[in-house]
């Protein structure tokens, strides 16, 4: 089976801090995603990278970056944390075109 | 542009009857289409999907859909519900064309009552 790791499943910041959200997949797949999950609002795509070292932004890129040094680590960075970014994560990986793998999800709360 | 809607926020049904979770999308060209499951404090799980083919597509735990093109749908049943299946619904589309990006809908909640 697939797995998808992230690394905390809750977590609590403050305003203005830098957050590291880390996922890790085991299945050698090329294409990891990173979505935001707001009620009412499905999921947001937030970056994607289909390779290591390359990405492309979503559709709410900003206030986020992404780092991929290993093609089964995908980062994803607030580089200064704000309320509005208090939400739930969830990691994605694929291969190609098909399904999509998510790990468990990381509730964040900034303060 | 892309789109996904899923008309209904909430879905109640009495176990044992059958169930239907509407999703219906808008895409350029020829979609993929997907349905996940969300169970509480839990990341998404793939049900099935539609590539190509038969349009009544069979998935995990019961689940299936069917592809109507002329309606531009992907309704999510299952004859009989169970407790269990209570959770939250996602239909997803990706358009053949677009690269690696697929849209969410909003996501509507089942409720199943015993």
């Known amino acids: 089976d697939v797995k998808v790791t992230q690394s905390s499943r809750y977590l609590v910041k403050r305003t203005g801090e830098k957050v590291f959200l880390e996922c890790v997949q085991d299945?050698?797949?090329?294409?990891m995603f990173w979505y935001r999950q707001d009620p009412g609002l499905g999921l947001r795509l937030i970056y994607f990278?289909?390779?290591?070292?390359?990405?492309e932004k979503g559709d709410i890129p900003e206030g986020y970056s992404v780092s991929r040094e290993k093609k089964e680590r995908f980062s994803l960075i607030l580089e200064s944390a704000s309320t509005n970014q208090t939400s739930m994560y969830l990691c994605?990986?694929?291969?190609?075109?098909?399904?999509?793998?998510f790990g468990p999800g990381t509730r964040l709360t900034v303060l | 542009a892309q789109s996904v809607a899923q008309p209904e926020d909430q879905v109640n049904v009495a176990e044992g009857n059958p169930l239907t979770v509407k999703c219906t999308y808008s895409?350029?060209?020829?979609?993929?289409l997907f349905w996940y499951v969300q169970y509480p404090n839990r990341g998404l799980q793939f049900l099935l999907k539609?590539?190509?083919?038969?349009?009544l597509v069979k998935g995990s735990y019961g689940f299936e859909a069917e592809f109507n093109k002329s309606q531009t749908s992907f309704h999510l049943k299952k004859p009989s519900a169970l407790v269990s299946d209570s959770a939250l619904y996602f239909c997803?589309?990706?358009?053949?064309?677009?690269?690696?990006?697929?849209?969410f809908g909003a996501g509507t909640r089942l409720f199943v009552k015993a």
């Open positions: 994605a990986s694929s291969f190609g075109e098909d399904t999509q793998y």
């Open positions: 299945m050698d797949h090329e294409n």
């Open positions: 990278s289909y390779d290591v070292k390359m990405k």
């Open positions: 895409v350029s060209g020829n979609p993929y």
């Open positions: 539609y590539i190509t083919g038969d349009n």
């Open positions: 997803a589309v990706r358009d053949r064309t677009g690269g690696f990006k697929t849209i």
